[in-house]
Structure formats: C-alpha cells, structure tokens
C-alpha cells in the first residue's frame, strides 16, 4: 500500500494555517485518505455509486445551436448538471462521505454558499445513514431556500449562520468551529478544492472524474482532444475537476471564470485573481493563497449574482497553474451571466446554474474569435432550478 | 535584556502567572487602552494583547463580537503597534502579547510587522491559525528581534507534536484547555490535569492555560497545576457589562488575582 505523504503545497501555496487542535485531525484524515485511495474496495465502492447512484459518466453535448449562432468554435457541455442532485457537488461529497464511515466518523458537518454542496453532502449522508448539520450564511438561505427546504427534506439540519457578511466565508468560520469543538467524532466534509491539506488536492482527486471521463468523451464524438475547457471558478472544484486531467496536454487552453459581479472597476465582485489592489497572496481557512482582502488583511466583502462564486479566496491550486501560466483566469459579471442563462435555455434548452452561467458567458465570448474546426469544452457544473427566484427578479 | 526575557522573568517571580486577554480597540481606541492600564494597575502579571481579525475562526461569540466592533471602530494592525507604544509611554512594564491571526501580519509585512512591534514594545506574538510547521520565517523574524513566538498545543496533540511544539515555542507554551474555540465554560475539562502532566513529562518550559477559564475557582485550579492563567472572553463580558469599564476590568483582574 502506498501511504507516501501528499505534497503540503502547490508551488508556495496551500498548507494548513490552522489551530493547533485541527493539526491532529488534518494528519488523521490524510493518513486515512492515503489508505483509502490505494484500496480497490474503496476506489469500487465509490465508482460503483456513481455509476448506480449519480448516473455517471454524464454525458458531453454538442452544443449544436450555440455553436451555429456564434459562428466559431463547435462547443460542447460536460452535464454535470445531469449529476444526482444537480451538480458536480456530489462527486466529493459521496467519495468523502465514505472516507467519514471508513474513519468511524458518525457526524458529518458542512458549509454551504449555492447550497449545491450542502444538498450533495446531505443527499450522501441520507445515502450512507450518517448525520449531518450544514452551515450557510442566512444570505444565502434567503438566496437560495429551495436548497435550504431540499437538505432539510434529507433529513439534514441547516444552522444559519449570521456572522460576518453572513455567506459562505461565513459558513466556513462557524463549520470549522464546530470542527475544532467536536473533532473526536465529526468530519469536516468541505465542499471545494481549498482549505488546509489535504483538501484541495482530495477534493481535486474526487472531482477529477471529470476530466478523465470527459477526455475520452471528447475523443470519441471528435476524434481529437479540445483546444479550450472553460469552467467558472468560486472556490474551484469544478474547474480543477476537469482541467486536472489535461494539465498535461499544452495543446489544451484551461480558462476559469470568475465572478466579475458588477464590474471589476466598481469593486463589487468576486474575482480575485483580477484586481491586484484587492486581491492578493493571504492566508484565509487554512491555506495561503489569493484572498480578496483590504489594505489591513482583512477579508473584503465579495459580491456575486451567483452565490457558488461569492468566496474571498481561491483554491491554491488554481493560483499556482495561474502562476505557472498554466491556466487563464478571466471573469464574467452578473449581466454577462444572466445573459448567457437565458441564451443557453433558448438555444440548447438547458437551464444551467447561475455558477456554471459564467462559463457559459466566457464560451460566449471566446468562440467566435476561434476557427470553426476548435474545440471548446464548458463544464455546466450545475443545473439552475435553484436560481429560478433570483432570475426571476431581475429578468421577469 | 531582550524582549522575550521579561517573559521568562515574570514566570519565574510570579506563580501563577495571570495574563489576560482584551481586544484592542474595543469597544474604542480609547477605553482599551484604559482597560489595559486598569488590569495592570490590579496586578495583571502579563497582558494579551488582541488584533482584531475579520475571520476570527478559533474564537467563540464573545472575542469575534469585540474584534467585529473594533474593526467598525477602524482599528487596524498600525494603530495596535501605536496602542503598544502608547501604553508603555504611559509607565506599564509588565509583558505584553499580541494576539492576531497570520493575514493582517502578512499584509502589514512579517518582517516590517516584528520590527515595529519589538520597537513599540512588545515581548511576544501568539498566532492562533499559525502552527509551528508553517511559522518558519516568522520564527526567525523574532528570534532576531528578541520577541517570543508563543504556539499552542491542545488536549488531542499526540507525543510527537507536543515535543515538537514545546521545543520551538518560546517565552511559554500556551495550552488550550479543551478542544474548542475562546468563551467562557461552565467547568473546567475534568482532563486537564492529565493533558498537562503529558506536556510536562516532556518540557521543564511554563505552560500557560487558557480558553474557557471564567470564574476565580477556575483560575485558581489552573493555576495550581500550570504556570500560567489566561483570560479572554470573561473579561471581554465583564467590562461588556458595564458603564465604567475600567473599573469594571480591575475588580475582575483583581478577583482573579486572590
């Protein structure tokens, strides 16, 4: 069995700036994924409930009508929309979930912003008989009640959490709280590629299914691999789920879309990679990377139409591919995403999640300016039933 | 003498040290500067000394509330360094340690950040989401400067992190007494004892007991097994609870202190 410690850090960033308490705990989950991951029974068990359970593989649609009306690259859509629970959420949430039951851990908690992971990792307790308490900032509840009505159905219960700018940031100050109060029987089930090690690269390693089953997707309805995959960006799980699998192919332009909000020059927005002023190398949940944040280190309020991507730091992984030159980061603000909501539910009948909107929005932008015979992947991370109230105020 | 050397002298002439905890710029600038001066006039042996944080993730309702207040006040990590300098002009010797978390540090600079707080007068940092294994450019930041880089360990640290912790934290080891975030307990952890024998099988260094410590009952039975006594969040709510809350701070230090 291989049980050779994870690298700590991507580059410089990551590692786990936390309380000594959750030290023990952090090296105890490690220890455990290691096992976890070089046992077949595991790497069955979980492959078997994503076949059975999520519906995977889901499927890559050609985007036929997109791609006439814009008249450049033919893009396709990963449907993680089509997973079980409506969105990539439940990857990690089933894979960590089973870690949870493997470690003895009874107690499940989570954070939440969209609400997508909450009623993943809900859905994956309710599955495997564990409990579970999900945080989410009483903004976000207001934002997104189905979700909230949708974990309570699962039997989940749903703390508010009325601290801060009561979002996710927030959520995740009182989860890892409650970590730090109760770690003898509970596992902290994080939702995104960030947070101290080894989150960003488990999350990743449960997430990357789908870039694995998209690259022989792609082969086998184009013959060839993509130019360009085009994912949005909130904490990064899903981008990192599929770019991981290509960050090999130099062939194949990673882009992550970040939420530009109102615009990157009016300062409300969650794009931390796009204003060095405001967005820059600090150390938020556990891990070093970039943080939006004002001149004295604290954290800046962030502002987002989708509360997925309304998050003041960035999986480290994904700084360190921006470092590299590895991966492009751009953004796409609450009208470009609105927009490309109602184009893709016009043209491909697909109403997708007001997260995954924005890497529609970028496929928008970017395919005309790209020979017709490219290839553009976007992943559709999520399905967008959740957001029906908040389009409706403001398109109705 | 260093900085960090006050430290150490005040653990050896006072048994049980007690050090409390207040959040500088709470409930304004002003009144915590008094609220320091007041504990120390009431024989504080060391004081801590809060940084406010906008995400203060290990601590409880009472210490996040004061931190949020004082931020809206427009506290910030330059004014703590001149608050430090302020209450050393005004006569007060006992040691001071900033409390913060590692982010408003990085931002103000580590390096400029040690420089500045060792000048103000400051003996030592403790940084709560800051664990040795990723402190080392901090640590040797104030080994220059003399400061004390205090880390903490926590009732579920195994043997090999508590001699590694106690062996690279300086001036004192700061023990967390149950696993938990700041705020007030009723009763104190029934396995305190046992956590603080396991620490000092392996370190002759002071160890210093904070975290959910609240009554004088509490403090006096921390105080018969560590060397050291910290409180936050009783005092944060004492001075909360009143109109004069200078006074309000003495009489708490000093029922603490008997």
């Known amino acids: ?396 | 003498m260093k900085p960090i050397d006050k430290i150490t002298q005040t653990f050896e002439q006072n048994k049980p040290a007690f050090m409390p905890y207040f959040t500088l710029g709470y409930p304004d600038y002003e009144t915590s500067l008094a609220v320091v001066q007041a504990c120390a006039a009431a024989g504080a042996d060391m004081m801590e000394l809060g940084i406010p944080f906008s995400d203060p993730l290990a601590d409880g309702p009472t210490i996040q509330h004061s931190t949020q207040v004082a931020l809206q006040g427009g506290m910030t990590v330059e004014r703590c360094v001149t608050a430090v300098s302020t209450l050393r002009a005004s006569g007060i010797t006992i040691p001071f340690l900033l409390m913060g978390y590692i982010n408003p540090l990085l931002a103000y600079g580590l390096a400029r950040f040690v420089q500045d707080a060792a000048q103000a007068g400051a003996n030592g940092l403790i940084i709560p989401d800051l664990p040795p294994d990723e402190a080392g450019e901090l640590e040797a930041l104030c080994a220059e400067q003399g400061l004390a880089l205090v880390y903490l360990l926590s009732p579920n640290s195994f043997e090999e992190r508590i001699k590694m912790v106690t062996r690279r934290s300086t001036g004192f080891t700061y023990l967390v007494s149950v696993t938990g975030i700041t705020g007030a307990r009723t009763e104190l952890s029934q396995a305190l004892g046992g956590f603080i024998r396991r620490v000092r099988a392996v370190s002759q260094r002071p160890l210093a007991v904070g975290f959910g410590i609240s009554t004088p009952q509490q403090a006096q039975a921390v105080g018969e097994l560590a060397d050291g006594v910290i409180i936050g969040s009783a005092l944060v709510k004492a001075v909360d609870a009143a109109k004069d809350k200078p006074t309000a701070a003495a009489t708490f230090v000093a029922s603490m202190k008997k």
């Open chain 1, 1 to 396: 069995m291989t049980t050779q410690p994870l690298p700590k850090k991507f580059g410089p960033y990551g590692g786990q700036f936390v309380p000594e308490t959750l030290m023990p705990a952090l090296a105890e989950l490690e220890a455990a994924y290691l096992q976890a991951r070089s046992d077949p029974a595991f790497q069955a068990e979980l492959d078997n409930l994503l076949q059975t359970y999520v519906g995977r593989p889901t499927p890559l649609t050609f985007a036929r009508r997109l791609t006439e009306k814009l008249g450049g690259a033919q893009i396709y859509l990963k449907r993680e929309d089509l997973a079980h629970s409506g969105a990539h959420k439940i990857n990690n949430a089933l894979g960590q979930a089973l870690l949870a039951k493997r470690m003895g851990k009874r107690r499940i908690i989570a954070e939440t912003g969209a609400g997508q992971h909450g009623v993943a990792t809900a859905t994956a307790c309710a599955l495997l008989g564990l409990e579970c308490v999900v945080y989410m900032g009483t903004v976000d509840m207001a934002r997104q009640a189905p979700n909230v009505f949708r974990m309570r159905l699962l039997g989940t219960e749903v703390r508010g959490v009325e601290s801060g700018s009561k979002t996710l940031k927030d959520a995740i100050n009182e989860a890892i709280r409650d970590w730090v109060t109760n770690v003898g029987d509970t596992y902290y089930l994080l939702g995104s590629a960030l947070g101290p090690h080894p989150y960003p690269t488990m999350v990743r390693d449960f997430q990357s299914v789908i870039g694995r089953e998209t690259r022989q997707q792609i082969l086998d309805a184009a013959g060839s691999l993509p130019d360009s995959i085009v994912a949005c960006v909130g904490g990064g799980s899903n981008a990192i789920g599929i770019f991981h699998e290509f960050v090999g192919d130099e062939g194949v332009d990673l882009i992550g879309v970040e939420a530009g909000g109102e615009g990157i020059a009016s300062g409300k927005h969650a794009a931390r990679f796009a204003d060095p002023q405001i967005g820059r190398p600090g150390v938020l949940h556990g891990c070093y990377t970039y943080v939006m944040q004002d001149a004295d280190g604290q954290i800046a309020l962030t502002h987002s139409i989708s509360a997925g991507l309304d998050y003041a730091a960035v999986g480290p992984e994904h700084t360190h591919l921006r470092e590299l030159e590895r991966a492009y980061y751009t953004s796409a603000t609450d009208e470009e995403a609105l927009a490309a909501f109602q184009t893709l539910c016009e043209l491909e009948g697909i109403i997708p999640a007001l997260e995954s909107a924005h890497a529609v929005a970028e496929a928008i932008k970017r395919a005309p300016t790209l020979p017709k015979e490219q290839i553009l992947i976007v992943n559709l991370s999520g399905r967008g039933d959740k957001d029906l109230d908040t389009v409706i105020s403001v398109i109705a």
